[in-house]
């Protein structure tokens, strides 16, 4: 069972435009964060976001929190090849015993930017 | 800082053989994660370890995967015997304390394919 649904799956897209990638649960989480990936590489931390309705920006990426703790999106303006990577939203939530946190992560959206 | 290691880097190997992944976690850190990730998806928490106890391995398919970290540093992961569907990369991350707004570090992945 995959708590967290992204959309869309995939996106191809030219240069210069502008794109948003969903992230939706029907689960709480106590933080949401974003990452990238290249090929043949581990997934990178982008940003980290912990309160509900929390806007980050991130130079041409900005990522929101839903409200309520369960969804969050990434909007990307002005594309570059250089942005091209699999996006990976991944929520937190408590191991049983609470003293940690597991990291559950998205299906994913592929991402290509076309020059 | 030296990132998280993780060998090898590609196996192949045929049905029903064993195979077992090594990895090195960032100095420090005490929560350890293996992931396994089908391509072009999200990664799929295997088990996740704190120290050396074990906080969650809820979807680690016991009857043919296990994982060890014997001093709390490094960890393995076998798997006997292997099945077709075992093919993905595992991945493995770590972080200082697995709390909120903890950033999980990846290494590079280990690159299965069973044949």
């Known amino acids: 069972t995959q708590l967290l649904e992204q959309s869309p799956q995939f996106l191809s897209i030219q240069e210069g435009e502008n794109l948003t990638v969903y992230c939706n649960s029907s689960s709480v989480f106590s933080s949401l964060q974003w990452y990238r990936q290249e090929p043949g590489e581990g997934p990178v931390l982008l940003v980290t976001?912990?309160?509900?309705?929390e806007v980050k920006k991130l130079k041409r990426l900005t990522f929101q929190f839903g409200d309520a703790r369960k969804d969050s999106s990434l909007h990307i303006t002005a594309a570059q090849p250089g942005d091209t990577g699999l996006y990976l939203c991944?929520?937190?939530?408590?191991?049983?015993?609470?003293?940690?946190?597991?990291?559950?992560f998205g299906t994913g959206t592929l991402l290509a930017v076309q020059p | 800082e030296a990132g998280v290691a993780q060998s090898p880097r590609y196996k192949i190997i045929e049905k029903r053989q064993s195979v077992a992944f090594w990895c090195n976690p960032i100095s420090g850190h005490a929560t350890l994660y293996w992931y396994q990730q089908i391509l072009g998806q999200g990664p799929k928490l295997l088990i996740q370890?704190?120290?050396?106890?074990?906080?969650?391995d809820s979807q680690l398919p016991k009857d043919r995967f296990s994982a060890e970290r014997l001093k709390g540093v490094d960890s393995t992961l076998k798997i006997q015997p292997a099945k077709l569907e075992d093919s993905a990369v595992y991945l493995c991350?770590?972080?200082?304390?697995?709390?909120?707004?903890?950033?999980?570090?990846f290494g590079q992945g280990t690159r299965l394919t069973v044949v």
């Open positions: 991944a929520g937190a939530r408590r191991n049983y015993g609470g003293a940690t946190n597991k990291l559950i």
């Open positions: 991350a770590s972080s200082f304390r697995g709390l909120e707004n903890t950033e999980a570090f």
């Open positions: 370890f704190q120290n050396n106890g074990v906080v969650d």
């Open positions: 976001v912990v309160t509900g309705g």
